[in-house]
Nanobody, 127 residues
Framework: QVQLVESGGGLAQAGDSLRLSCAAP????????MGWFRQAPGKEREFVAA????????YYSDSVKGRFTVSRDAAKNTVYLQMNSLKPEDTAIYYC????????????????????WGRGTQVTVSS
């Protein structure tokens, strides 16, 4: 089991920004796409954003496109999710995950293509 550690969640008001971080082991970070998912109370976990293993391609759900930015820092083995213009509907637990396909973007948007997950960080946005 790969250990992924999220941080950066918290309370925000609508329109505010937060940045989430996810630290991963180097052997994971350098070989696999990394994704962000979220789960709101009473809802299923859903795809938010992902970045491929080279960092050259990014993917977003329609609900966050234009507001969120995913990036990765190879020197720190860390993936970030910059969240701007937050809305109350962004309230959820946010999870970082490592895709199961090495050196590939295959299934990058699909929850069941990710093997290793962090414990999540809570983001709460008030109106």
């Amino acid at each position: 089991q790969v250990q992924l550690v999220e941080s950066g969640g918290g309370l925000a008001q609508a329109g505010d920004s937060l940045r989430l971080s996810c630290a991963a082991p180097e052997r994971t970070f350098s070989r696999y796409a990394m994704g962000w998912f979220r789960q709101a109370p009473g809802k299923e976990r859903e795809f938010v954003a992902a970045i491929n293993w080279t960092g050259e391609k990014t993917y977003y759900s329609d609900s966050v496109k234009g507001r969120f930015t995913v990036s990765r820092d190879a020197a720190k083995n860390t993936v970030y999710l910059q969240m701007n213009s937050l809305k109350p509907e962004d309230t959820a637990i946010y999870y970082c995950a490592a895709n199961r396909h090495r050196y590939s973007d295959y299934g990058i948007r699909f929850l069941n293509e990710y093997d290793d997950w962090g414990r999540g960080t809570q983001v709460t946005v008030s109106s």
